[in-house]
């Protein structure tokens, strides 16, 4: 069943990465998964890193390794908002386990309390979820 379409955009530090109609929105805020459709209430929401869905259709989803950010979602808009919007086939496992093990070290590393402490944690879960985005689709 087709579903009525909304604009949704994903912008990262680098610039746009998609820009379509969609059917639906799929992702995870920091309090657990969301699913947008047309019509949802105005939301601003904290974005984890996890894999983002959107549904041109029932057969056409559009997939992201996405990193933290921001979802808002207003006057029948969607606006992602993250530091990075990945291609889950793009996704080297080699490269994203090496960065999860320099950035574990990292942490131990790191006195608590620290913006040293705070960044490698962040990495943790970004690389974490890019590995957990890129076992799904490969």
Same mark, same amino acid.
Request: hydrophobic share 40%.
């Given at each position: 069943m087709a579903r009525t379409k909304f604009p949704a955009e994903v912008?990262?530090?680098? &610039? $746009? %990465? @998609? =820009?379509d109609e969609v059917e639906m !929105?799929?992702?995870?805020? %920091? %309090? &657990? =998964? /969301? &699913? /947008? !459709?047309? &019509?949802? #209430?105005? /939301?601003?929401?904290?974005?984890?890193?996890? $894999?983002? *869905?959107?549904?041109? =259709? $029932? =057969? $056409? /989803? %559009? *997939? @992201?390794?996405?990193? #933290?950010g921001y979802l808002q979602f207003a006057d029948n808009r969607a606006l992602v908002l993250v530091e990075e919007a990945l291609d889950p086939e793009a996704l080297d496992r080699g490269t994203l386990e090496t960065k999860l093990s320099e950035a574990r070290s990292a942490a131990e590393r790191s006195q608590e309390g620290t913006e040293e402490k705070a960044r490698a944690l962040r990495d943790i879960r970004r690389y974490e979820a890019f590995l957990a985005v890129g076992a799904v689709g490969g």
């Open positions: 912008l990262t530090p680098e &610039g $746009e %990465v @998609f =820009s !929105l799929s992702t995870r805020t %920091v %309090v &657990g =998964s /969301i &699913g /947008i !459709l047309a &019509g949802h #209430e105005p /939301i601003l929401a904290m974005l984890e890193p996890t $894999e983002l *869905r959107l549904y041109r =259709s $029932e =057969s $056409e /989803i %559009v *997939r @992201f390794a996405q990193a #933290e």
